[in-house]
């Protein structure tokens, strides 16, 4: 395949720079959809939008539809959205519950776990037609992890624990602060961008751009926002980009990263604060909750998932087209904390992820910008060159504690990696 | 004052509710922010739903559900320079159609209308369609907003930039 000569010859990623061809060439972006998005596990939101059985919410992947349900042994399915009849779509409602799916074109029934059930006519199939085998297709791999929910196309490769590695424990940390250690996924907010899927992730590890992409800060200063509209200010300053005190970042293997900010970066105290820490150092003591409160920590899983503790929330990026992207903004709620608290910080979610809002917008932009540029000379390269402390800490991570350009750096030794392993099929 | 109000109807008020929300359209169109802004009340609430028109903002979060200061917010992110997306700054036309009035309270007027948003930056054009429904209320005289709100047909898709509707 042209595709594979072609990595294997091009030289595409070096250690602090690579090629801007990666983010502006389709069929680059078909060989990504095929070997990123089409093998390794991907995020596709969380198991608590789907809690019961019957509940199911749609995706697609790739421009391939699924469905990811909750069936009535409790288990999650992740299904391919296309009868097996001609393959019309059985199910284009984003969320529900429901016992069955219908398909609308012939009237095949299939239950939440993929069984055909019901054909109708099913004599005129002849007496050989085995309903049993055309059940709707399953992807080979379903797996959560600290409530994410992850798929996979491709049936080998490390299970999700091993994937995820030493980030799995930072993954931890965001139910981790709810006071009954659990969150509840709200439905996202979504934005569409002009770019190429990678451009979030850099723009994600990036602490150089804030102040440059985000003169007004991170958000109107702290509100009540009663039903009508009408509340008070509170005290508390919207924070400025530039507030960063300490930072630890570290790039794991497999790409996933993480990073920690102190002092955290503030948005004035949420309603009811003190009330909610006050439920979470019931399970964990009032040290450990105060520590855990004040962590600003944002976590990546390569290759689409973000999780920021900072505001309750996560975002996946969903790759369209080389340059169409389109980044789901999911606000969480802690379960076990006050209502005001979830109910602002739901608010301030959405107005950072929201195309109507006042962070996120700013950032795809700059994401516009950057697509458009690149074509000018796509055999120049991009640069991730910042990063004078690099070290590779006690646990075999990378870890660097200034400006740095480290988690784009090991985005792109995964990217290598699996792009350079040839296709199965 | 508001027993008075409350007899305007007819092709009076339908005229004089237009001429409203054409000036306020423009006020938008032709980037006039603040003067936008002061059509609005202490109160008023600035609300595009995400998902579907009767999205509750307890269960999701919305484009946008803002007061009176978040809307300022708005306003002076969208008079900054730099490499936002007011640079170059947008193109809007609005245009309004199906004006519908109808009082709800003494000097509470609810208007309805079908509005389609063209906005152009950079050779990219979107249009966004919907319902707009402005709560009215009249002080020293002059119409004032206390509730805008704006559902979008598409606004369970992923959507481009929105600065103002
Ligand atoms: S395509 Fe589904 S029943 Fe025929
Ligand atoms: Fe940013």
């Given at each position: 395949m042209a595709i594979e000569m072609r990595l294997r010859t091009m030289d595409l990623v070096r250690e602090d720079m690579v090629r801007r061809r990666i983010f502006a060439d389709p069929a680059i972006f078909n060989a990504e959809m095929k070997r990123i998005f089409?093998?390794?596990?991907?995020?596709?939101?969380?198991?608590?939008?789907?809690?019961?059985?019957?509940?199911f919410k749609t995706e697609d992947i790739d421009g391939r539809p699924i469905i990811l349900t909750r069936h009535v042994d409790g288990k999650i399915y992740a299904l391919l959205n296309s009868c097996r009849h001609r393959g019309a779509t059985v199910c284009e409602i984003p969320y529900g519950k429901t016992n069955v799916f219908r398909c609308p074109y012939h009237g095949w029934t299939y239950l939440s776990n993929g069984e055909l059930i019901s054909v109708p006519y099913r004599e005129e199939f002849g007496p050989d037609f085995d309903i049993a085998s055309f059940g709707l297709g399953r992807l080979p791999r379903v797996a959560t992890y600290g409530g994410f929910l992850f798929v996979s196309f491709g049936s080998d490769g490390p299970d999700l624990l091993e994937h995820?590695?030493?980030?799995?424990?930072?993954?931890?940390?965001?139910?981790?602060?709810?006071?009954e250690r659990k969150v509840q996924a709200t439905k996202p907010v979504k934005q569409r961008y002009v770019g190429n899927w990678k451009l979030q992730l850099d723009n994600f590890g990036d602490n150089y751009h804030p102040q440059f992409v985000h003169p007004a800060g991170f958000g109107p200063r702290r509100r009540r926002q009663e039903p009508n509209g009408a509340g008070a200010q509170s005290s508390g300053p919207a924070s400025r980009p530039s507030d960063v005190g300490s930072r630890?970042?570290?790039?794991?293997?497999?790409g996933h990263a993480m990073m920690t900010f102190s002092p955290p970066r503030s948005f004035g105290d949420p309603p009811k604060l003190a009330e909610y820490i006050t439920a979470l150092s019931e399970r964990v003591g009032p040290d450990e909750a105060r520590r855990l409160v004040a962590t600003d920590l944002h976590v990546f899983i390569y290759p689409n998932l973000f999780i920021q503790t900072n505001m309750n929330h996560f975002r996946i990026v969903r790759p369209l087209a080389v340059d169409q992207s389109e980044v789901q903004t999911y606000a969480c709620r802690l379960v076990g904390?006050?209502?005001?608290?979830?109910?602002?910080?739901?608010?301030?979610?959405?107005?950072?992820?929201?195309?109507?809002?006042?962070?996120?917008?700013?950032?795809?932009?700059?994401?516009?910008?950057?697509?458009?540029?690149?074509?000018?000379?796509?055999?120049?390269?991009?640069?991730?060159?910042?990063?004078?402390?690099?070290?590779?800490?006690?646990?075999?991570?990378?870890?660097?504690?200034?400006?740095?350009?480290?988690?784009?750096?090991?985005?792109?030794?995964?990217?290598?990696?699996?792009?350079?392993?040839?296709?199965?099929? | 004052m508001t027993g008075v109000l409350r007899t305007l109807g007819g092709p009076a008020l339908q005229y004089d509710v237009e001429q409203f929300l054409y000036r306020e359209a423009w006020l938008v169109d032709s980037r006039q922010y603040d003067e936008w802004l002061a059509l609005f009340t202490v109160d008023a609430l600035y609300w595009v739903p995400n998902g579907s028109a009767d999205s509750d903002p307890k269960e999701r979060g919305q484009l946008a559900y803002e007061n009176l200061s978040g809307l300022e917010h708005r306003v002076y992110r969208l008079k900054l320079p730099g490499i936002g997306p007011q640079s170059p700054p947008p193109s809007y036309r609005h245009l309004v159609g199906n004006v519908i009035p109808a009082w709800t309270g003494d000097n509470e007027l609810l208007v309805i209308s079908s509005q389609v948003v063209s906005f152009a930056r950079q050779g990219r054009e979107a249009q966004y369609a919907g319902t707009w429904e402005h709560l009215l209320t009249q002080i020293d005289g002059r119409w004032r907003i206390r509730r805008k709100k704006v559902s979008l047909i598409n606004n369970d898709q992923a959507l481009w930039q929105l600065p103002v509707l």
């Open positions: 089409g093998r390794t596990w991907v995020c596709v939101g969380h198991e608590s939008e789907i809690p019961e059985p019957g509940d995820l590695g030493h980030a799995a424990p930072w993954v931890d940390q965001f139910s981790g602060r709810a006071p630890i970042q570290r790039s794991f293997a497999r904390a006050p209502d005001e608290y979830n109910q602002a910080n739901l608010e301030l979610t959405a107005g950072w992820g929201s195309p109507a809002g006042f962070v996120q917008v700013d950032d795809l932009e700059a994401l516009t910008r950057v697509q458009r540029g690149l074509r000018a000379d796509v055999d120049q390269w991009v640069l991730f060159k910042m990063g004078r402390d690099e070290r590779v800490n006690e646990d075999g991570d990378r870890e660097s504690n200034s400006m740095t350009d480290l988690l784009s750096r090991g985005f792109y030794r995964e990217w290598a990696r699996l792009m350079s392993e040839p296709d199965r099929r | -």
